[in-house]
T-cell receptor, first 113, second 115 residues
Framework: NAGVTQTPKFRVLKTGQSMTLLCAQD?????MYWYRQDPGMGLRLIHY???????AKGEVPDGYNVSRLKKQNFLLGLESAAPSQTSVYFC????????????FGPGTRLTVT | GDSVTQMEGPVTLSEEAFLTINCTYT??????LFWYVQYPGEGLQLLLK?????DKGSNKGFEATYRKETTSFHLEKGSVQVSDSAVYFC??????????????FGRGTSLIVHP
């Protein structure tokens, strides 16, 4: 049981380049989330999904797109990277219901120069 | 909207000291409450949770009690160790309508424990 995995672990991009971050979970969770973590800002929700084929915007969605074509995968795309998107990105998943905790991946450290 | 407020860090303690990290929340209805811990270079992991008023969550010597009357969920440990050095996040989750359960996190409190 791998839990939540994220690919890649590190990435350096130049301004304007694009990339996709992959999140995979093997726990059959309905909900999946993408967060970014910046110093002093805590966790901020970018996008989330409540089920296969559905996505929704979170607190800071601008500059990002997501897709959930399969229940176990949640992709985060940056179409034209900006230095402001330098951050650590975390994926998480959970069962549906307020009493269920989130399971987090190990994170992807992205630097945009 | 929902919100979670945690005490500012860092909290610096000597080994074997008593720890309290305050957490208060604002939410309608009956949220579930969580404490997550993040060790350096890792993702968050669940430390403990409580799903109804007066419940006490506990794990690894840490405890927190869901106090609806004071809307609080303070984290405590009787004797901290150097290995407890980490960032601690308080969070809540509730049904926000349409079957949606999107958690709200506090900003995190850094704990540094010295030998």
């Amino acid at each position: 049981n791998a839990g939540v995995t994220q690919t890649p672990k590190f990435r350096v991009l130049k301004t304007g380049q694009s990339m996709t971050l992959l999140c995979a979970q093997d726990m059959n969770h309905e909900y999946m989330y993408w967060y970014r973590q910046d110093p002093g800002m805590g966790l901020r929700l970018i996008h989330y999904s409540v089920g296969e084929g559905t996505t929704a915007k979170g607190e800071v969605p601008d500059g990002y797109n997501v897709s959930r074509l399969k229940k176990q995968n949640f992709l985060l795309g940056l179409e034209s990277a900006a230095p402001s998107q330098t951050s650590v990105y975390f994926c998480a998943s959970s069962l549906a219901g307020s009493s269920y905790e989130q399971y987090f991946g190990p994170g992807t450290r992205l630097t945009v120069t | 909207g929902d919100s979670v407020t945690q005490m500012e860090g860092p909290v610096t303690l000597s080994e074997e000291a008593f720890l309290t990290i305050n957490c208060t929340y604002t939410a309608t209805g009956y949220p579930s409450l969580f404490w997550y811990v993040q060790y350096p270079g890792e993702g968050l992991q669940l430390l403990l949770k409580a799903t109804k008023a007066d419940d006490k969550g506990s794990n690894k010597g840490f405890e927190a009690t869901y106090r609806k009357e004071t809307t609080s969920f303070h984290l405590e440990k009787g004797s901290v160790q150097v290995s407890d050095s980490a960032v601690y996040f308080c969070a809540l989750s509730r049904n926000s309508g349409g079957g949606s359960y999107i958690p709200t996190f506090g900003r995190g409190t850094s704990l540094i424990v010295h030998p």
